[in-house]
């Protein structure tokens, strides 16, 4: 089975501040990655995903995560964060394998301070 | 595209009522996923479809849930009788195996069981 680990529960920091949110995940196969956003009181929005190619990805809104297999990772980041990157950051893992089922991580809090 | 909807946005009930949430996926997708949403819990997978058969609901907390998907363009999830413990917001998001199970969600139905 796969499962999704996420490294910090709630980040807080400061506007311009660099971010980078930590992702592990654990199955031996092939796999699709993802980075879904929630914004307050809203539903889940994809910023970014991994399918094959290039192991840098460069999302929406500046963000960017870097898939590195030998350490079954997908970290997220953004050099300059705004007030308005306050949400909540999910990691998450598909397989062919599994059928497409996604597995989420716990979620990362991120609280930016104006 | 208008996008996975859900429906009701908010209900609100009384512990022992009968209630139902509505979803309509992106049109040509082939999956669609009922998802709970709790701060206690984070996000947990209730139930999955595939070309609407229902494929894993190993997610289902107890015999009070139930889920249809009648047709490629309409699921319910239902909850009879409900109970206070239900409260969350419930997603419902659909992908296509063409798009490698990127999930596109729906804005959520906020269920409040009093």
């Known amino acids: 089975a796969q499962s999704v680990s996420q490294h910090n529960h709630h980040v807080i920091l400061s506007e311009a501040a660099s971010l980078e949110l930590g992702c592990n995940y654990s199955y031996g196969g092939t796999v699709n990655l993802f980075w879904y956003v929630q914004y307050p009181g809203q539903h889940l929005q994809l910023l970014l995903k991994?399918?094959?190619?290039?192991?840098l990805v460069k999302g929406i809104k500046g963000f960017e995560a870097e898939f590195i297999k030998s350490k079954f990772s997908f970290n997220l980041r953004k050099p300059s964060v705004q007030w308005s990157d306050t949400a909540e950051y999910f990691c998450?893992?598909?397989?062919?394998?599994?059928?497409?089922?996604?597995?989420f991580g716990a979620g990362t809090t991120v609280t930016v301070r104006a | 595209d208008a996008g996975v909807i859900q429906s009701p946005r908010h209900e609100v009930t009384e512990m022992g009522q009968e209630v139902t949430l509505r979803c309509k996926p992106i049109s040509g997708h082939d999956y669609l996923f009922w998802y709970r949403q709790t701060m206690m819990r984070g996000l947990e997978l209730l139930i999955y479809?595939?070309?609407?058969?229902?494929?894993?609901d190993s997610g289902m907390p107890e015999d009070r849930f139930s889920a249809k998907m009648p047709n490629a363009s309409f699921s319910t999830l239902k909850i009879q009788p409900s109970e206070p413990r239900d409260s969350a917001v419930y997603f419902c998001a659909s992908s296509s195996t063409s798009e490698s199970g990127e999930l596109f969600f729906g804005e959520g139905s906020r269920l409040t069981v009093l």
């Open positions: 479809f595939n070309n609407n058969v229902p494929i894993d």
């Open positions: 998450a893992v598909n397989a062919r394998s599994n059928d497409y089922k996604l597995s």
């Open positions: 991994y399918f094959s190619g290039d192991p």
